[in-house]
């Protein structure tokens, strides 16, 4: 399917799937009515306000219409409601939300646990599917989704931000023109510093069955990269992984940071209702499901790791060496690509501290005396490195806009990503290589297809 029919099939649905899709079963006079695209929000956290709700509203609303916003919290909605502004009916429903606003497309910014059960349900009520990332947190419901996707025909782009700053394009750019001749391996290292580490333990991300683990649910921006960097699929994962200072590791515990016994002694003490905003959004809303944002970073629960190390072995023979430190007192990372020609390397700290990053090329010729060449290359305004509103001018403004470095990306790169973390898991867990073959039904590609 390609772009343009991505904007519009949803009006050109089989007749057959009219009775049972209410999308497809707006009429004719209804559609050609309104020239926004209608978009429903479901989950509204953080992220889900921020960066799809106000944003969207403020950047994007000549464009796009938000017809409806859906939270299991009914709490968390109203005030989202607020915050946003959008003036939409709200739903704790998702099937009542599509029925009643017929969305052409979900964006999903729900818990990263529960991505797959939005996905394929909007799948089958008829909505195209822009997700965030990680597209979802194990093989099985991977494969779930990999079958509704060939089973209901709708498009699913998941939002690989990581992609679109400017200077990871202008690297991915030098690397496709043969700067630095075929990719024979890859340096990669991130580091987070203790105050990120804290916040991602007293979330649902300290427990696997909720985030995947930091494999997951952080490493899918960085594989993601890596795979897409290297224009190949991952065939082999080699892991370790530890927990060494939180969870069961920690000298004591109690039920959430703002409660607890151990304030004084305790150096992650958190108050969350010093954060009004916070305290609006999660405390005063936790009655409704139990959803605690502050809980403790030493609870039994938590079973991630903080550092990770792998390698992963690409089908067309590169390795990536890679690796999370996650309780350091450093955000920002490494990442350096050895090819037959030369090597390309970057730098970056976390909260950039100048304005550009300084890509180094040392061709391969070093030895005959040419110096290494840096080449700058300027941030953009706005997140993550700039890269958010580049990649939302292209899903909400202009859908058509030529993508010729592959950057937007559906359900096969938001699989593939998922899959090395998902096997370096079971790689700790069993001391052992594990194979990308097998854990779903797709089969690892020497060059990764584009996503059209
Ligand atoms: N790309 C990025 O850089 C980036 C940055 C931050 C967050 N994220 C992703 O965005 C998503 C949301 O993150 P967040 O920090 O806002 O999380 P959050 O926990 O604050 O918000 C998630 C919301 O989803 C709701 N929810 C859970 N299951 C639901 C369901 N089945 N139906 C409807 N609502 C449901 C919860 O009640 C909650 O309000 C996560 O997947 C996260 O990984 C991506």
Redesign the pocket.
Known sequence: MDRRKFITSTGAAAAGALLINPVSAMTTSHRSARAKKRLGL????????G?FGRDLLRNYSDYVELVGL????PG??RV?DEAIGAGCPTF?S?EEMVRKQAPETLI????????H??IIKGMELGCDIIT???LTIDEVKAQAIIDAERKYGKRVIV????RYPPYRAKMKELIMEGMIGDIRSVDFHWNIHHGHLQQYMM???GESNR?GTLWV?KST?HFDMANWFINSEPAQVQAFGTLERFGSKGPFRGKNCRNCAHTAKCQYYWNINDNEWLRR??ADNEHY?G?I?DNCVFRHQIDIHEKHSAIVKYANGAYLNYSLTADTDFDGYWIAFNGTKGRLEARVLGYPRKDHVDLVFTPVSIYNNRSPEVIKVEFARG??WGG?PIMNDKLFKDPDMPDPLGQQAGVRDGVMSILIGVAARKSIAGSRPVNIAGLTDLEPMKVKPAFT
Not at 159 to 162: D, E, G, K, R, S
Request: hydrophobic share 25%; glycine share 10%.
């Open positions: 479901v989950g509204t956290g953080v992220r889900g306000i960066m859906c939270d299991t919290n968390r909605l989202a704790t998702l999903v910014t729900t818990e990263d646990s529960s991505h059960e939005v965030e990332k990680p939002t690989f931000n990581y979330r649902w991300h985030g649910h921006h959004l999660y499901d959803y944002r997140g993550h958010d």
